[in-house]
């Protein structure tokens, strides 16, 4: 039985040292919407933590805001750019600002892709999973566009 996981554990530990290589060591990213937050995001390797201001609409046309921070795992690297475009999953805490979560304290889980348009230009479409005490639990689009310095 050993014998049988000896093999697939090799090729996976290769698998995540390589694509951590592949992680920009330092990297900053300007948020100008949603996803995260529109905010700032500090990453290094496959983890970043970001912190902001995060508005949705769980009804057509109507805003809700929060203040957010979190963080995010990268994984499954991407094309052969600078900074790969990959794919991510994080988990954030929001506080509630506007209408029926005003104050409240509401947590979130969101997965998504992020690709790199063009240099430090990149694009992130994902789906969030937001709940809070008293409150359903709400699924929505994340799109984002972001701008990421590499230091």
Same mark, same amino acid.
């Given at each position: 039985?050993?014998?049988?996981?000896?093999?697939?554990?090799?090729?996976?530990?290769?698998?995540?040292?390589?694509?951590?290589?592949?992680?920009?060591?330092?990297?900053?990213?300007?948020?100008?919407?949603?996803?995260?937050?529109?905010?700032?995001?500090?990453?290094?390797?496959?983890?970043?933590?970001?912190?902001?201001?995060?508005?949705?609409?769980?009804?057509?046309?109507?805003?809700?805001?929060?203040?957010?921070?979190?963080? +995010?795992?990268?994984?499954?690297?991407?094309?052969? &750019?600078?900074? !790969? $475009?990959?794919? *991510?999953?994080?988990?954030?805490?929001?506080?509630?600002?506007?209408?029926?979560?005003?104050?409240?304290?509401?947590?979130?889980?969101?997965?998504?892709?992020?690709?790199?348009?063009?240099?430090?230009?990149?694009?992130?479409?994902?789906?969030?999973?937001? +709940?809070?005490?008293?409150?359903?639990?709400?699924? &929505?689009?994340? !799109? $984002?566009?972001? *701008?990421?310095?590499?230091?």
């Amino acid at each position: 039985m050993q014998k049988n996981l000896l093999l697939p554990s090799i090729l996976f530990l290769t698998s995540m040292a390589f694509a951590q290589g592949k992680f920009p060591k330092h990297q900053i990213s300007i948020n100008g919407f949603r996803n995260p937050s529109i905010g700032l995001e500090y990453q290094q390797n496959h983890l970043s933590v970001h912190g902001g201001y995060y508005v949705t609409n769980f009804t057509s046309g109507v805003t809700t805001e929060f203040l957010k921070t979190g963080v +995010t795992y990268w994984f499954l690297p991407v094309g052969h &750019n600078e900074i !790969p $475009s990959s794919f *991510y999953a994080g988990a954030s805490y929001l506080r509630g600002l506007t209408r029926d979560y005003n104050d409240k304290d509401a947590f979130a889980v969101e997965t998504g892709f992020r690709w790199y348009v063009w240099k430090g230009l990149n694009l992130r479409l994902g789906v969030i999973a937001l +709940t809070a005490q008293g409150e359903d639990l709400k699924i &929505n689009p994340t !799109p $984002s566009i972001s *701008y990421s310095f590499q230091f």
